[in-house]
């Protein structure tokens, strides 16, 4: 029989999930577990690449982690862990920057995005190897599919270069990893600004929804959402980005198909249709929302984390043995 594939991805520790990351990411997460061998990792050491408040940080690993067994990651079939626990994340990383070009890492939309025009001199330097971190996430455990929203199919190239590169250089070492990027919700659009992608770094919170907001935040987040103009409900990125964007989000969070949403509002308007969406969204969220307040104070979530910890260290262990011997570093004993 064939070796189930190894999956691997990894979201940053913020504390706050939106339905973006989820209809992105995370969905494909809960769904590639019974058919993968998964890896899923809060990625602690790429938030520092920003300022971060210790004991806000602390707390949002754990509401992180509390929220992906919330959403249904298993610790039975997947292995959840937190990159700063397994220190051969940071040791792949540098060898892999030395392998990296900063030409290719200043090309990094995200890393144009995150430092701006003309700050560099006082950006720090983990924003700029952010992708190279990553890349040593994922060929640390030789993984073959990472899942993830469109926004990091340009990250997903490189630890793909860099991984080729590598090969050439040393022999086979790593997988070529493929990038799991679904057709709907791979880039859910901002609530304000359909043309955008909903980001929780958005200046408004009407901007997202989280997983965790409210009933009452929902509604009224949904009800002043941007639409296009006319008054129809038809799925068409090009002339009604709005609209398309709230039809994905409801075609996702009830499983109907889009084409049967269009035709149940046919003639509705707007008002009837955000309506609706709103209490979809609520009845979507309440589940999640229960089991995570479970999930955050019970202490089997610790114990997840550190045998989650300690199996993806065995493999790490293993692969960075590899990558050592392959480039000559080390000592090793003739015998
Ligand atoms: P944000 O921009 O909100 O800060 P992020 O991409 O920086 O999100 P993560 O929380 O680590 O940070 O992302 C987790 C996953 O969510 C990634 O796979 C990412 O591609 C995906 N994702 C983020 N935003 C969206 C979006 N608007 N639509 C679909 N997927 C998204
Ligand atoms: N950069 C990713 C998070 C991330 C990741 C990874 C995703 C860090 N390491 C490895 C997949 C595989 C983001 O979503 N911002």
Redesign the pocket.
Known sequence: MERMKRVF????P?GL??L??Y????RQWVLLQDQHECLYCI?DL?AITIPQKPKDLELQIRQTAALCLAIGINPERSILFVQSDVSEHGELAWILSCHAYMGELRRMTQFKDKSGSNQEESIGAGLFNYPVLMAADILLYNAQAV??????RQHLELSRDLSRRFNNLYGDVFYVPEPIIVKA?????GLDDPLK?????ASSQYN?ITLMDTPDQIRAKIKVAVTDSGREIRYDEGQKPAISNLLTIFSLVTNRQIAALERDYEGKGYGVFKKDLGEAVCEFVRPIQKEYAKRLDDPALDSILSQGASKASDLARRQIKIVKQALGLGFSPVH
């Open positions: 991805s990894g979201i940053q913020s999930v939106h973006g990351n209809l992105g990411a995370l990625v790429h899942p993830v929203g469109e926004d990091q919700g791979s880039r859910v659009m992608k909903m980001s929780k770094s997202y």
